[in-house]
Structures are given as structure tokens and as C-alpha cells.
């Protein structure tokens, strides 16, 4: 992308479009001293109260910086790539980090290990990178000291506290609220899909296991829903289109949104994954709809709960796992109680805190 200047104006050039940008755009960036404060980047004047006819009495621009006079009498040198990072209208940060889809051959992935001066090193870059490729990362070596999931998890970003509290016990109990309570296997699912806006990231830490089973399952719902797109191209366009109703009860709250299984950004992008079926309720619909409906999510149920997608594992004391409950499905293998304690401690984190971290670390190396 290019500047360009003409007579006093400015434009942009992407090679394939040429437009002038407005000197009010200009003007709202203007970055000296007295107009922007430096350690919050905020600006020191509201541009509402501007005269409405700015206008430029005098450009100059060099590979650096965009020099312009203002007719209100301002002057200011605006950094050129900063202009074309806005210009560009999409995000250099996140967006360019590809997914990479996996199944039940995925090998090899990096573990990451927790040490002194972790969470501001490049080795925390790397983990958030490589969050964002797979939708999952296993930190080794987390402390199991009382509540350090919470730690953890502020050092990202802030805890998302649910009606299950700023973190939650993940083990065997009497009259539990939630079948992750009891020692049952859990099929395939994504966490609250009947909260809005839903969890994005959720954080377990195993604090101690003593069973033989208990093993950890992951789906990458990203990876099925896109073959499910290209093997059933029907069966994908209902489940994006159909909104069901999820619903938790418990004695203090009822908790209730309506969206579909798989949800699509504007672009017609991967979104968002929901798969409960213990919790959802389809709508009425007619009849031939409803049928394609139960045959899609029948299929796509029988994708997530085939063995080749699925991976399983152990988490050992001291292992954190972090996954991206936008993308993936988890579950566990049934364990005896008789043979000892599986104790983990959970909570859940926003987008916003893994963007901010790694927004933050990426100017912090210069990466």
C-alpha cells in the first residue's frame, strides 16, 4: 500500500483502488505532545468539538512520515505505517496466524514449560501463537498451589467469572450441578452454550490424578465442520442457519440464548462451534426441515464422536491445558473413584485477554 500526495491531498494505493483520505481522517491522528497523551495513547482533545471544514494548506511526505498543516493552524508528522496499518481495515495481529487443522494423527505438538519470568517472556509469544494455530496449548510445570489456575489466567488477561464462580473444582461430588462433577465419561461438547456471549477460552489445570482413566478428549470442531461442509454441504448450511435453544437450570439461576451449532462469521468464515445435547432444544419446524435438521446433526455428532478426530491424553499434575471453546470440543474417559482422587481446577478467559497479551509481547520483542 502506498501514500500518495496531489495538490495538497492525500491517498491511499493498494494497487487496486486509489481514494483520497479525508483531512479530517488526518486530523483526528494528530500525535504531538500536546494533542496525544504517550503512555495510554489517548487522545488529549475530543474531536466532536473540530471545526467540521478541515482542510490541508500544506503536505510533504517522506518514507518515515506524513508531514501535514492543517488550516486550523495545527501541525503534525503522521507515521506512514501506522497509517497503512489502519488503512488496511483488518487485523495484522491475529488474523494472519492460520488455523491448522488437525484429527486423531496430530503428533508432536509443542508443549510448553512454566518458569521464573513466564508470562512476559517470548516463550508466552510462542504459546499464544501456537493457541491460536491448534485451539489448544499444555503449559507443564504450573504450580499447585492453592488457586494458581487464577494467577495463570489474570497474567493473560481477567478471569471470566460464571455462576460456577471466579474458578471451579472439576472432581467427583455429591449432588453435583453439572455431570463434569461425577466420574462419568463426557462425550464431545463446548462449555456454556447457553451463555451470551458464551466463554471463549477455557483453562484446566490438574492438580492431582490417581485413576487409570480420566483421560482428556479433544475435537477440533473447526477441522470437522469444515469437512462436514465439503462431504455434506446440506447438512453444514441447515446447521448454520437453524437456531436451537440452550438452557442450564440450577437453583439459583436459569441460564438460556438461542444460536446455531455452528455459527459463521460475516464473511461467511468459522465462527464458532456449539455442541451440548444434553442442554439443546430444536425449534418447531416443518416437517422436511426438521427431518434434514436431526439427519445433519446426527452426522456431525457422529463426526465429533468418531475416533478419527479425537485425540486423547493425560494430564499429569502440573499441567495446564488451555483450549479455545470457540473451536474445540473436550471430554473425558470414565474413571473408578475407588482408585484414587482426579482433581483439576478450571476457569474461563475472553478473546480480548489472549489478543491484548499478544498484542502486548509483539511490540514488546519487535516481533
Known amino acids: 500500500m502506498k501514500i500518495e500526495l496531489n495538490q495538497n491531498k492525500v491517498y491511499f494505493n493498494n494497487g487496486s483502488e486509489k481514494k483520497e483520505i479525508h483531512p479530517f481522517w488526518l486530523r483526528e491522528r494528530v500525535n504531538g505532545d500536546k494533542y496525544l497523551d504517550k503512555g495510554t495513547q489517548q487522545r488529549l482533545f475530543d474531536p466532536t468539538f473540530l471545526n467540521s471544514n478541515i482542510s490541508i494548506n500544506k503536505v510533504n511526505i517522506n518514507e518515515k512520515y506524513l508531514e501535514v498543516d492543517f488550516n486550523d ?6 507515521e506512514i505505517d501506522k497509517i497503512a496499518y489502519e488503512l488496511s481495515k483488518e487485523d495484522i495481529i ?4 492460520k488455523k491448522i487443522k488437525w484429527n486423531s494423527t496430530l503428533k508432536n505438538i509443542k508443549n510448553f514449560e512454566y518458569k521464573d519470568n513466564f508470562y512476559e517472556s517470548k516463550e508466552m509469544h510462542d504459546l499464544l501463537v501456537s493457541f491460536y494455530k491448534y485451539g489448544f496449548v499444555i503449559v507443564k510445570n504450573i504450580p499447585t498451589s492453592k488457586n494458581y489456575i487464577v494467577e495463570f489466567a489474570n497474567s493473560i488477561g481477567s478471569v471470566r467469572r460464571t455462576n460456577f464462580g471466579e474458578y471451579f473444582d472439576v472432581k467427583s461430588k455429591p449432588d453435583p450441578n453439572d455431570l463434569a462433577y461425577t466420574s462419568l465419561a463426557l462425550a464431545p461438547h463446548t462449555d456454556n452454550p447457553y451463555r ?8 484446566l489445570h490438574c492438580i492431582e490424578s490417581k485413576v487409570s482413566g480420566g483421560l482428556s478428549t479433544l475435537v477440533d470442531g473447526y477441522t470437522v465442520t469444515e469437512d462436514l461442509k465439503n462431504q455434506y454441504p446440506e447438512f453444514y448450511k441447515i446447521l448454520t442457519e437453524v437456531k436451537v435453544r440452550f438452557r442450564f437450570v440450577d437453583k439459583e439461576v436459569i441460564l438460556e440464548t438461542i444460536s446455531p451449532l455452528i455459527e459463521l462469521n460475516d464473511d461467511k468464515s468459522f465462527k464458532q462451534v456449539r455442541f451440548s445435547p444434553r442442554l439443546d432444544y430444536v425449534p418447531i419446524l416443518e416437517k422436511e426441515k426438521l427431518d434434514l435438521y436431526y439427519q445433519a446433526r446426527k452426522k456431525i455428532s457422529e463426526m465429533y464422536n468418531s475416533d478419527q478426530y479425537r485425540i486423547e491424553f493425560k494430564l499429569e499434575p502440573k499441567d495446564l491445558m488451555m483450549m479455545d471453546n470457540y473451536r474445540l470440543l473436550h471430554g473425558r474417559t470414565s474413571y473408578e473413584i475407588k482408585e484414587g482422587q482426579r482433581f483439576l481446577q478450571g476457569c474461563y478467559i475472553d478473546y480480548d485477554s489472549t489478543e491484548g497479551k499478544l498484542r502486548h509481547l509483539k511490540r514488546k520483542f519487535n516481533l
Do not use: A, M, W, Y
Open 73 to 78: 493552524g495545527v501541525n503534525s508528522k503522521l
Open 94 to 97: 491475529i488474523k494472519p496466524i
Open 196 to 203: 451470551n456471549p458464551v466463554p471463549c477460552i477455557q483453562l
